[in-house]
């Protein structure tokens, strides 16, 4: 594990936590005045997501001047996405504290603890995934952009 990982995620975790945020006050905003009736918060997740694993492609690349190995990116993509998982569950209180109707909330409401825990399992290993895969992938991109740019 790098030693940049722990100013890594606190970043990351405010980065996160004021988009979180910014998105539900706006959407909130546009549901009080009837332009929005109704939130996803999967589509605000795939988009935080790949923000996370790119961030962190660029954090990585700008600590160390290489791309991202996969032993790195897989140990670095578990703890983004933990802080992941809490910001959605902060996320979840942010759509109950604003009364935005939130058809994923109300389907999770009625859901059966038995399906929900492997669900919420499989989600977070999804996150693991895609945050990793848009890190590795995104620092390799950095670093080829680099080599054009000397060679230019």
């Known amino acids: 594990m790098p030693n940049f990982i722990v100013p890594m995620a606190i970043r990351f975790f405010f980065i996160n936590l004021g988009i979180v945020v910014a998105i539900h006050v706006v959407v909130g905003i546009l549901a009080f005045y009837g332009y929005v009736d109704v939130l996803s918060r999967s589509g605000t997740s795939v988009v935080l997501i790949l923000a996370a694993g790119y961030w962190a492609g660029y954090y990585f690349h700008r600590q160390t001047g290489r791309p991202a190995e996969w032993a790195e990116a897989w140990p670095i993509g578990a703890v983004l996405a933990l802080i992941q998982a809490a910001t ?65």
């Open 88 to 152: 959605d569950g902060l996320q979840i209180g942010l759509v109950m504290l604003l009364d935005v109707p939130d058809k994923n909330l109300a389907i999770l409401s009625k859901a059966d603890p038995a399906i929900l825990v492997p669900a919420m399992i499989f989600g977070y290993l999804l996150s693991l995934v895609g945050i990793s895969w848009s890190m590795r992938s995104f620092s390799k991109v950095l670093l080829n952009a680099e080599k054009k740019k000397r060679q230019g």
